[in-house]
């Protein structure tokens, strides 16, 4: 999957072309069909309006969505409430799970749709705990203890990003930790697929996914976290009032700190402050998105200075230096799994070591895949690594070695546990379906039953699986969990 950028200046392209189309709402597959369309040409040459190779033309129009195309449009948009100026939202307690990055609308060839990884992640994770929620008899509904999932990003003062903050709202993800951009527009990417469904894409840049900062709500987040407690007995006590999980991916820091962008530093500052062992790293490798360099930043996390008192602190006078904390979780497929490889200087095997093309003769199953795991988890700081192979399903590693474990501790197999599973086939639901966010849905699955059920790594792989299997199989990324055949809901809802 690659992607390029469509370059716009600091100022909306809302402002500098006479974008003019309607948005209609379908409550199904989160989807968005083009009612009209019509790009006009910045001064400088380039088409900085967004190509839709299909348009919508079978759903009603909505004029109350209609996208201004003058040039006070901004101006003539009621934004929603965000983190900075939701009274209402500061009686919540922290979200079970807090998904960070980017939130940006997918224009596919059956249609445009919310998407973005993170924001796809929470969608399915909302779907995941309602459906928990109304299937067990034991889960009350009190804000303290039914699951919750917030998205942090930032959206454009325009319409999409109206339109999105409603639509996650709607999906039952919280959205009092999104920012709204003064400036840059709601993302915009543009997906061309290929014959197998995959996708490469464009993107307007920069967006205001580009821009988050931490600020408001999402500074008092993290404020809060920094007083729980490193135990395990204080963990439990505090699950109900502190955010358990932090799930982010590698693109949103994809410009670092060019054209004023600011959501580079804010991944890194979660990610460093974070409690031990919540953080869930998705590592995507977008090209030209991202570098070795920021990459392996995100995974290995950096050293917090700790002073006297014990309070982390990134100044350099500190009087004592703590260990990069742990992730909980990172997850890549196999191709990232080489790439990483290299990038660590590891020796990739991709062969059994007698020669005779037994198991895991691929380096992609058995004891190989393990072999090679391992070794990268050890470099890469994290408790578990999980990687996807596509239709052939996935493999989870959990390293049961803490930091206090020796060195020769660490070469015993004892500390770690290895689990597989072969996947499940897409149903033929669509005739025009795509892969597109299946490993997004993955990862929600995934996330859920560890860290909030609290279910067994290979009971948690197996819904994972199941459930990425029926999103691959399906048009846009966040598909209703309700449609899917009663086999695989069965597994992945149960």
Not at 167 to 193: C, N, P
């Amino acid at each position: 999957m690659t992607m390029k950028a469509i370059f716009q200046p600091p100022t909306t392209f809302a402002t500098t072309s006479a974008i003019a189309f309607a948005i209609i709402h379908s409550c199904s597959n989160n989807q968005i069909g083009i009612h009209a369309f019509n790009t006009h040409h910045h001064p400088n040459g380039n088409n900085v309006g967004v190509h839709f190779r299909h348009l919508q033309q079978s759903l009603l129009f909505r004029p109350s969505l209609r996208l201004n195309s003058d040039n006070n449009s901004n101006s003539n948009i009621d934004e929603p409430s965000s983190s900075s100026s939701s009274s209402s939202s500061s009686i919540l307690p922290p979200p079970s799970v807090l998904c960070v990055g980017e939130a940006l609308f997918d224009s596919l060839p059956t249609g445009i749709y919310l998407g973005g990884a993170p924001t796809n992640v929470a969608v399915h994770l909302a779907s995941r705990f309602k459906s928990s929620s109304s299937q067990s008899s034991s889960t009350t509904t009190t804000a303290n203890q039914t699951p919750t999932v917030a998205v942090a990003t930032c959206l454009g003062k325009d319409q999409l990003g109206k339109e999105a903050h409603r639509r996650l709202s709607t999906k039952g993800v919280r959205v009092d930790y999104i920012q709204f951009h003064d400036e840059w527009e709601t993302g915009m990417a543009t997906a061309i697929l290929d014959a197998n469904g995959d996708a490469t894409y464009e993107f307007n840049t920069p967006a205001a996914w580009d821009g988050l900062t931490l600020e408001g709500k999402l500074s008092d987040l993290m404020i809060l976290q920094n007083n729980y407690d490193d135990d395990d007995e204080g963990r439990k006590e505090q699950q109900s009032s502190t955010t358990r999980v932090f799930i982010m991916g590698t693109i949103a820091g994809r410009l670092n700190n060019e054209h004023g962008a600011t959501s580079s530093a804010t991944l890194t500052t979660i990610r460093n402050e974070a409690p031990e062992g919540s953080v869930v790293l998705d590592v995507n490798l977008r090209s030209p998105w991202y570098t070795p360099e920021s990459v392996l930043e995100l995974a290995k996390g950096c050293a917090m200075a700790e002073d006297e008192g014990g309070n982390s602190d990134n100044s350099p006078s500190s009087s004592s230096e703590a260990s990069p904390k742990k992730l909980a979780l990172l997850k890549l497929n196999e191709e990232e799994l080489c790439i990483l490889e290299q990038w660590c200087d590891l020796k990739s095997t991709s062969s059994s070591s007698d020669g005779n093309g037994t198991e895991g003769d691929d380096g992609l199953t058995g004891s190989i895949l393990k072999q090679r795991m391992e070794q990268l988890a050890k470099v890469l700081n994290t408790q578990r690594l999980c990687v996807t192979r596509g239709e052939d399903g996935a493999a989870l590693l959990c390293c049961k070695s803490s930091r206090s474990s020796s060195s020769n501790d660490d070469d015993n197999d004892d500390n770690v546990e290895f689990y597989e599973n072969a996947g499940y086939p897409s149903p033929a639901i669509n005739n025009d379906s795509d892969t597109v966010g299946a490993g997004d849905a993955f990862l929600a699955a995934l996330v859920a039953s560890l860290f909030i059920e609290s279910e067994s790594p290979p009971r948690a792989l197996e819904r994972a699986c199941a459930l990425g299997g029926y999103v691959a199989g399906c048009r846009g990324a966040t598909p209703e969990h309700g449609d899917a055949p009663e086999d695989l809901k069965n597994v992945f809802c149960s």
